[in-house]
């Protein structure tokens, strides 16, 4: 929250606050807001304590960051794993080095880098055989 605040800036908000307060009262006040800071974070730490025990011990392993939309979207769609949509995968097979030198890239999936506008003979059907478990479906680049 406090992390795009400069040196300089820090510096100018002590110097105000012993203008302003004085020298004399900026102890007790710097106190007085420590004391605050600590009430409010232990009543954050009670309540968080008692929703979890209403909640029951089916959710005792219930994590308050996981409400934030952006965790909880991560984890529905990521789970536990590392990379299950194989997004690393392609990202590694994507040889940018190779188009910026002029070289042909490296063959993905079996076929060249080059493009062909020339007609080429349809996909084999599918054989209809159920993935292995852990098997990735096949990939048709031209379809994509």
Not at 28 to 47: E, G, H, P, Y
Not at 74 to 82: P, S, T
Not at 132 to 138: L, N
């Amino acid at each position: 929250m406090f992390s795009d605040v400069s040196g300089l800036e820090v510096l100018t908000l002590v110097v105000m606050a012993i203008i302003i307060f004085g020298p004399d009262k900026l102890p007790k006040l710097i106190q007085d807001t420590m004391n605050v800071v600590r009430k409010i974070r232990s009543f954050a730490d009670n309540a968080k304590e008692d929703i979890r025990s209403e909640l029951g011990p089916e959710f005792q392993d219930f994590e308050f960051e996981d409400l934030n939309p952006k965790t909880f979207v991560r984890k529905q769609l990521m789970g536990d794993q590392e990379d299950p949509l194989g997004l690393k995968e392609m990202k590694d097979s994507l040889d940018i080095r190779s188009v910026l030198d002029d070289k042909p890239a490296a063959p993905v999936n079996g076929r060249s880098g080059s493009v062909s506008f020339e007609k080429s003979e349809p996909a084999p059907a599918s054989t209809g055989a159920p993935l292995a478990p852990g098997e990735r479906p096949p990939f048709d680049p031209d379809a994509t």
